[in-house]
């Protein structure tokens, strides 16, 4: 990696996966990496800043700045900062998608409708409850009890037929909800797609909070399952645009933060104010090995400059 | 998470609904269709919500619009969805009373149809449609008794639309029970509430006849109520003939009537309709004809109506054998003391009846009532309908559950649902509770027999 | 510890552990009553003046058990804790309970209470909440009567209009004091943490108002100006009727902000307004009554001349605050009802704002924080600072 400095890094923890990504001074992302944890994992994290740090072909001493953000922001060492995953998933989607006004965030353990301006500042956002409904975590239910592997989900989706009266207010029913069409002999396909409207539906009522804006860019893993997106686009009437790598631009707001405080030659510390003073500061960095890794990688640390690539256009 | 098939895939329709109550279903459509029409007919609109103050608003000269049942309605024809949209982007949360998110979402459309602002969540068309439906209201007139957030919910419409539309309230005092002599129908507290209600009716009476400049016809209410009172006793009539085993009819075909007697004008036609729903009953329990095929429980039900699910539930109980005959929502609400008016001097009896709201009585009073209509109408059973976002009507179950268990050994269930947002419904758990307490009520009558 | 410390954890004490202050009350007035009474506009004065021991049913933070059995899961936390007390024979230190506000889940509580402790008056004293009404004077002018007639009746004597004069000079004096701090607070002086301002207050609700103005004239005699540091200014609204957990309140000025104001009923809202001593006490408490909406409008009366939302957006003008977090309960219907309006409000000023939801049981702090600092995060472009 011959690129020059500065380096940024952003890294975004969150309930079941650990994101990295290196930006170059530019705003460019160098690389990054996704690492899929049981649960919040030190060493998920750490596997996945390792993954970015060597697909950028640097090390932590040539970074200028790292922020983390996601559940596990205070558990990142070395971050000199920590945001919201509100404020760097805004702040990363529309570097993503320069114009977004709407950012939609589907995570494994909760969903997040956020409005943002111009230079991808929160105007508004709204978050489901604790309930689980509308997010991941509902998929995977769907996928356990029709017996089908979660990134097949949307295909199947797609193919069934959505009438089926289903509402969603609480994913602990819906195991046994499910089961129950399937007593019916309900196709799994129609059960997949209803459920996909259904989910929709309640991502509509999240939006309605802060109002429908558009363009409208869906983020996190499940902007990985077309079947969601397609749902979604009908739901809200118009067209959702993804990213091409919709689950690290938590990550890439992080290190896009961090650039933004260098920019204004202070040290990401002193972005704001008094900053020191008022901010929940990471953790004293600690030893790691990996040798007690247990994340699993699934994204690989990419050696080159990623492209973002237009945003993929579906639906509407 | 709820799941319903659309068509029921186990055994055919067992219900067998009143054929009497479709002509109800006629006038209620041609009911809203005037009131849609009513501003280009030069008519003013007042917008209420609580006890049916339509005989007077009749004679005020004006068209009238129940909140509730403009709410229950898009409900019932499953297009409540774009006014809740609306509603949820205006701020109001998803717990909170489905009816008034309903239709504050539809006042939040029609001030936005006015002043011509696209709602993002909700599409053009439903808000243009929601919006040029629900003429825009020249009054607010509040007449809620037995809960709390009916009052702040038209105080909310009158804020929703910058307070620029004139408002009374009507205040109704909680029939707690304090003294040792309160009661259903007796006690100070009833004689005194009663009259402090009426004395606000005459208040709203001048109150419209300086607004509307309109001369208010007495003799026209008195009118109304005659046929008011009359359609009510046909109506009570009927009911007690639903004590009738096997039961000629059931608590959805008495649902199915709610929208006359609550809001219908008074005439000729309105009692004609209550009489033919009433001489049908009689018919049938003359040929022992039942609501429910094969009538096996009979069963009580406590709860306001899920209006997204009357079919389907009405189809589910009937599935099961059990005719659903009697229930605090229609026995106990809607005219239903009509010896208490005085026709010709109809306030007082209309106050009263304000005040009987079934959410008005300290549980005392409506243990009484329950068990009493549970003796009546020999039943086996009660299903509660937790009613989600209604905590007036859910507040006393617990304790009626547990009185008519403890003095009648009549056992009952809960289930989940609401009166306009159907995302609360939970079938698998009426489904398998409804089964449960069937299986408790054979073996009790094994054992017995 | 000083003595003003000394007091303020004599405060605290009773605020977090009521139950044991309720019984020393007992102790040491074996002949007297304790009167629980619901919030939040039962005037007090009037069972001080009887010699009876009035005290505002707290919510006591237990978890909710065998209430739940009483209540359905969708009321408020409060009202489903207060189930939970008589379910359970937590509500047996109190003789009686008086209701005065007619909220439907307040009074669905009421009646547990009522079939629970059957030996118990539960007594419900409607003031009438519609007041803009021409006959509102007249009708609260009735039930401060009735219920003057019904205290004396659970007391078992005559209520003296001068007793009556004597404890509504205390409240005030106690209120007054409050006030004070909750004034000097909202111009820059945050010598006690929002915790303790909790605590003052909610054991004001508790206590005889003498002995809780001298424990706190003790405290405020040791005051020492702080001034606010540069964290975010927040005002807090909402949270009718109860307290709030003490942690929510930690973690919102751990993130990054100070509270500047509030119009808590656990906060303002209690003190807010006080009795005009000129007038004849019954005439006092009737116009108390009314007085207190437009001191601290609310959303369970209705007024339609007197706006929540106007009264923040000023109160956010007098103590410099830069953003409000509404703390809701989770199924307060009223609460449910107005925030559109607040809201509206708060955004046409350009006031950012946070709304967070209350629940009885578990409080997701982690997730609370996430939001919280991503409001602080927003604010923070407000400030000149930043840009």
């Given at each position: ?316 | ?205 001048t109150w419209l006849e300086e607004r509307t400049g309109n001369p208010f016809d007495w003799d026209m209410l008195r009118e109304s109520m005659t046929y008011i009172k009359r359609a009510a006793e046909l109506r009570r009539e009927g009911l007690e003939l639903c004590k009738a085993k096997p039961a000629p009819a059931t608590f959805w075909d008495w649902i199915s009537a709610i929208a006359p007697i609550n809001f219908l004008p008074g005439n000729q036609e309105l009692v004609d309709y209550f009489e033919s729903v009433r001489d049908e009953i009689q018919d049938r329990v003359d040929k022992g004809i039942s609501g429910v095929e094969n009538e096996k429980y009979r069963v009580y039900f406590d709860g306001i109506m899920n209006w ?104 009952s269930i809960f289930f989940e649902g609401d009166v306009a947002d159907a995302s609360f419904y939970k079938e698998e758990i009426l489904e398998s509770r409804l089964a449960a307490m069937l299986e408790g009520i054979d073996v009790k009558r094994t054992q017995a027999s | 510890m000083s003595r003003g410390a000394a007091a303020l954890e004599a405060l605290r004490a009773v605020a977090r552990d009521p139950r044991s202050h309720i019984e020393a009350w007992r102790s040491a007035h074996p002949e007297g009553k304790v009167l629980g009474v619901l919030p939040m506009n039962f005037p007090r004065e009037l069972a001080h003046a009887a010699g009876v021991m009035a005290v505002i049913v707290p919510d006591d933070q237990q978890p909710v058990t065998e209430g739940r059995a009483f209540l359905p899961e969708f009321y408020c936390g409060y009202t489903r804790n207060l189930a939970d007390q008589a ?301």
């Amino acid at each position: 990696m011959n690129t020059p400095g500065p380096f940024y890094l952003g890294v975004d923890l969150g309930s079941t996966t650990a994101k990295a990504v290196v930006i170059d001074g530019e705003g460019a992302i160098v690389s990054s990496s996704t690492i899929a944890m049981g649960a919040v994992s030190r060493a998920g994290m750490h596997k996945a800043v390792d993954a970015a740090l060597d697909g950028a072909g640097i090390t932590n001493a040539d970074l200028s700045g790292t922020v983390s953000t996601g559940y596990g922001r205070r558990l990142v060492p070395g971050a000199q900062r920590t945001f919201t995953e509100i404020t760097c998933h805004a702040r990363g989607t529309v570097a993503m998608v320069p114009g977004a006004r709407l950012v939609i965030d589907i995570g494994g353990q909760d969903s997040k409708a956020i409005t943002v301006d111009d230079e991808g500042l929160v105007q508004e956002f709204a978050m489901n409850d604790r309930c689980a409904s509308g997010t991941g975590r509902f998929y995977e239910v769907l996928s356990q009890s029709i017996d089908v592997p979660l990134e097949e989900l949307g295909a199947l989706a797609l193919q069934g037929s959505n009438d089926l009266e289903v509402s969603t207010m609480c994913a602990t029913f819906a195991e046994t909800e499910i089961v129950s069409l399937l007593a019916q002999d309900a196709p799994i396909a129609d059960i997949a797609s209803s459920v996909h409207r259904a989910i929709a539906s309640r991502t509509l009522a999240l939006v309605a909070q802060v109002g429908r804006h558009t363009p409208v860019v869906l983020t996190g893993g499940v902007a990985q399952n077309p079947a969601a997106v397609e749902f979604l686009a009908r739901a809200l009437r118009t067209e959702i645009l993804v990213p091409e790598h919709p689950q690290i631009s938590g990550a890439y707001g992080a290190a896009l933060l961090a650039r933004d405080a260098d920019h204004r030659g202070r040290p990401v510390v002193d972005d704001v104010a008094g900053a020191d003073q008022l901010f929940p500061r990471p953790r004293p960095s600690e030893p790691h090995s990996c040798g007690s890794c247990d994340g699993t990688l699934t994204g690989s640390g990419t050696s080159s400059t990623v492209d973002l690539g237009l945003p993929i256009r579906l639906g509407g | 998470m709820t799941a319903t098939l659309n068509t029921p895939t186990t055994t055919t329709d067992r219900t067998n609904r009143l054929k009497s109550t479709r002509q109800g279903g006629r006038m209620v459509a041609d009911y809203w269709e005037d009131l849609f029409t009513a501003r280009e007919r030069g008519k003013q609109i007042v917008w209420y919500n609580g006890g049916a103050l339509n005989p007077i608003f009749q004679a005020a000269g004006l068209a009238w619009c129940h909140g509730e049942a403009f709410a229950a309605r898009l409900a019932a024809q499953g297009l409540e969805g774009p006014a809740q949209l609306a509603g949820a982007e205006h701020g109001y949360n998803a717990e909170l009373c489905s009816y008034s998110r309903t239709h504050l979402g539809c006042a939040v459309l029609t001030v936005q149809g006015d002043e011509g602002i696209n709602t993002g969540v909700v599409g053009a068309h439903d808000q243009a449609e929601l919006a040029a439906r629900l003429p825009a209201p020249d009054f607010f007139v509040n007449n809620y008794a037995g809960c709390s957030t009916g009052q702040q919910w038209d105080e909310i419409s009158y804020r929703v639309f910058d307070k620029e539309v004139p408002i009374f309230n009507i205040s109704h005092p909680f029939l707690w029970g304090n003294k040792p002599d309160a009661g259903y129908l007796t006690g100070e507290e009833w004689e005194s509430a009663s009259y402090y209600v009426r004395d606000q009716l005459l208040a709203l009476i001048t109150w419209l006849e300086e607004r509307t400049g309109n001369p208010f016809d007495w003799d026209m209410l008195r009118e109304s109520m005659t046929y008011i009172k009359r359609a009510a006793e046909l109506r009570r009539e009927g009911l007690e003939l639903c004590k009738a085993k096997p039961a000629p009819a059931t608590f959805w075909d008495w649902i199915s009537a709610i929208a006359p007697i609550n809001f219908l004008p008074g005439n000729q036609e309105l009692v004609d309709y209550f009489e033919s729903v009433r001489d049908e009953i009689q018919d049938r329990v003359d040929k022992g004809i039942s609501g429910v095929e094969n009538e096996k429980y009979r069963v009580y039900f406590d709860g306001i109506m899920n209006w997204n699910k009357l079919g389907f539930l009405s189809r589910k109980f009937a599935e099961h054998g059990v005719a659903v005959l009697a229930g605090r929502y229609i026995t106990n609400a809607f005219w239903q003391e009509p010896q208490l008016i005085d026709t010709d001097d109809p306030l007082l009896g209309m106050a009263q009846h304000y005040l009987l709201c079934p959410t008005n009585h300290g549980t005392k009073t409506l243990d009484y009532l329950t068990l009493r209509d549970c003796e009546e109408y020999d039943v086996d059973g009660i299903v509660f309908h937790s009613t989600r976002t209604c905590r007036a009507f859910t507040g006393p179950q617990r304790l009626l559950a547990r009185s008519a268990q403890n003095n009648l050994g009549i056992p009952s269930i809960f289930f989940e649902g609401d009166v306009a947002d159907a995302s609360f419904y939970k079938e698998e758990i009426l489904e398998s509770r409804l089964a449960a307490m069937l299986e408790g009520i054979d073996v009790k009558r094994t054992q017995a027999s | 510890m000083s003595r003003g410390a000394a007091a303020l954890e004599a405060l605290r004490a009773v605020a977090r552990d009521p139950r044991s202050h309720i019984e020393a009350w007992r102790s040491a007035h074996p002949e007297g009553k304790v009167l629980g009474v619901l919030p939040m506009n039962f005037p007090r004065e009037l069972a001080h003046a009887a010699g009876v021991m009035a005290v505002i049913v707290p919510d006591d933070q237990q978890p909710v058990t065998e209430g739940r059995a009483f209540l359905p899961e969708f009321y408020c936390g409060y009202t489903r804790n207060l189930a939970d007390q008589a379910a359970t024979g937590r509500f047996d230190q109190y003789d009686g309970l008086f209701v005065a506000d007619h909220c439907i889940q307040l009074l669905g509580s009421a009646d547990v209470v009522r079939a629970l402790e059957p030996d118990r008056r539960v007594f419900l004293g409607q003031l009438i909440s519609s007041l803009s009404d021409s006959w509102a004077g007249q009708k609260t002018a009735q039930m401060m009567s009735l219920l003057r007639t019904e205290v004396e009746s659970f007391a078992g004597t005559t209520i003296d209009d001068d007793a009556l004069r004597a404890s509504i000079a205390s409240f005030n004096r106690d209120r007054d004091l409050m006030r004070q701090i909750f004034d000097a607070r909202a111009g820059g002086d945050v010598s006690y943490s929002p915790v303790d301002l909790q605590d003052i207050v909610a054991s004001a609700q508790i206590m005889d108002p003498d002995e809780h103005h001298a424990l706190l004239s003790d405290v405020v005699a040791e005051r020492q100006f702080l001034p606010r540091d540069e964290r975010i200014r927040v005002h807090l609204s909402g949270h009718l009727c109860h307290a709030p957990r003490r942690e929510l309140l930690e973690v919102i000025e751990e993130v990054g902000a100070v509270i500047v104001d509030d119009d808590l009923w656990t906060g303002r809202r209690y003190l807010q307004a006080g009795m005009d001593e000129s007038l004849a006490p019954m005439d006092a408490l009737a116009k108390w009554y009314a007085g207190r909406n437009t001191a601290l409008p609310c959303p369970t009366r209705v007024q339609h001349d007197v706006d929540w939302d106007a009264w923040l957006l000023d109160a956010v003008k007098r103590s410099d605050a830069e953003a409000v977090v509404h703390l809701m309960p989770k199924f307060c219907e009223p609460h449910m009802l107005f925030y559109p309006e607040l809201r509206r409000a708060l955004d046409e000023a350009g006031v950012p704002q946070l709304l967070i939801e209350t629940e009885h049981e578990g409080i997701p702090l982690e997730s609370f924080r996430t939001r919280l600092e991503a409001l602080i995060e927003r604010t923070h472009r407000n400030r000149p600072a930043y840009a």
